[in-house]
């Protein structure tokens, strides 16, 4: 056997922190969206620096103690839900180094993982039903409104449900107006527009007459005639192509002012409110991003009788995730599905527990 010669190959426990995560994070690209990397990237970078600052030059030094401490520290600096991210992030790194036997087998169950409660996972804001009612109202009675990007905007996004990833990537190609309208969900990440979900998140989305309506008058009258630096043609464009997400978030905060249409709930006069500028429109208290809009279309979807599954496939998420993070009804409105649920599929069944029909057989 030929002996090997030259330098000897590091061992896997004498990689530095950073260099562990660095080798993590390239494997999980294979895999991940970019903005999924970027999260993780972060959260692991803030475990790095604070190996850096106790003393633990490589990973082979953690022990069950230190992922105690990280805890302890981190649980008095930032929220439960966050502590709960950044843990799972850390359990998952500390797997990866269990693979590549770095450190040693069972470390990464000794991450702590906090235990929330549903309510502390995810926020109650949300679009209620009446406030996304009465804008879009307002957007297609208004002369001045109608088939505006804000209307496109509203319509698009209440009646999809979808995230706003998904809104931004649509392509004029990806809208068919024509009979049975619907909007066409792609996953083209070479081209700047990955969908969450990946090939899994593509879909089609039925919307109604009305909302194609709206979309027709708003890609003839309103839209902007550009091209993003792909050459493709975005349904929902600003002046210079497609939007950032930065720029789609505020185009939301504008779209869902309540002051569009009724009195401003916190006593303002619109025409010199600060909060109507693109600059301060996320200030306003009554104002939605697009989660909060998707969030408040799976509750009306669900309050409207929709089975979950439905909605998960409409919305493309899991029946589990929309149950913990995106289903905000209040109690009476819960109570009343699960009565509805009860009539309309359960009462038949009640036919089949008489015990003089059983014996009829």
Request: aromatic share 8%; with cysteine; net charge negative.
């Amino acid at each position: 056997m030929t002996e090997r010669t030259g330098r000897r190959r590091q061992n896997p426990e004498e990689l530095t922190p950073a260099a562990a995560v660095e080798r993590y994070l390239r494997r999980r690209r294979t895999d991940s969206t970019d903005k999924s990397i970027e999260g993780w990237e972060y959260r692991l970078k803030l475990f790095v620096e604070w190996c850096d600052s106790v003393g633990i030059g490589e990973v082979g030094q953690l022990e069950g103690y230190d992922l105690d401490e990280y805890y302890e520290i981190r649980s008095a600096e930032i929220a439960p839900v966050t502590l709960e991210g950044e843990m799972w992030t850390l359990r998952s790194f500390l797997e990866f180094l269990e693979d590549v036997e770095a450190v040693d087998d069972g470390l990464a169950e000794r991450v702590r993982i906090p235990d929330l409660d549903p309510e502390d996972r995810s926020s109650n804001k949300k679009l209620d039903a009446d406030d996304a009612f009465a804008l879009i109202q307002y957007y297609r009675n208004d002369e001045q409104a109608y088939g505006t990007r804000p209307h496109a905007w509203i319509e698009l996004a209440w009646f999809t449900g979808a995230r706003q990833g998904g809104l931004r990537a649509l392509d004029l190609r990806d809208v068919h107006l024509d009979e049975d309208p619907y909007v066409e969900f792609r996953h083209r990440p070479d081209t700047g527009t990955p969908l969450k979900n990946k090939l899994g998140g593509e879909r089609p989305a039925g919307i109604t007459r009305e909302t194609a309506d709206v979309l027709e008058a708003y890609i003839e009258h309103h839209r902007y005639d550009v091209h993003d630096d792909y050459g493709r043609q975005p349904l929902l464009a600003s002046a210079k192509g497609r939007p950032g997400e930065n720029t789609v978030r505020v185009w939301s905060y504008q779209a869902t002012q309540p002051c569009l249409h009724s009195p401003c709930p916190h006593g303002k006069e619109r025409e010199t409110c600060q909060w109507t500028e693109y600059a301060h429109a996320s200030k306003c208290p009554s104002s939605r991003a697009p989660h909060h809009i998707r969030t408040g279309t799976i509750t009306w979807l669900l309050n409207e009788g929709w089975p979950p599954e439905d909605v998960a496939e409409r919305v493309n998420a899991t029946v589990k995730t929309i149950e913990q993070h995106y289903d905000k009804a209040d109690p009476e409105q819960r109570r009343q599905r699960l009565r509805d649920r009860m009539e309309n599929r359960r009462r038949p069944l009640l036919t089949n527990l008489n015990i003089d029909h059983d014996q009829d057989q």
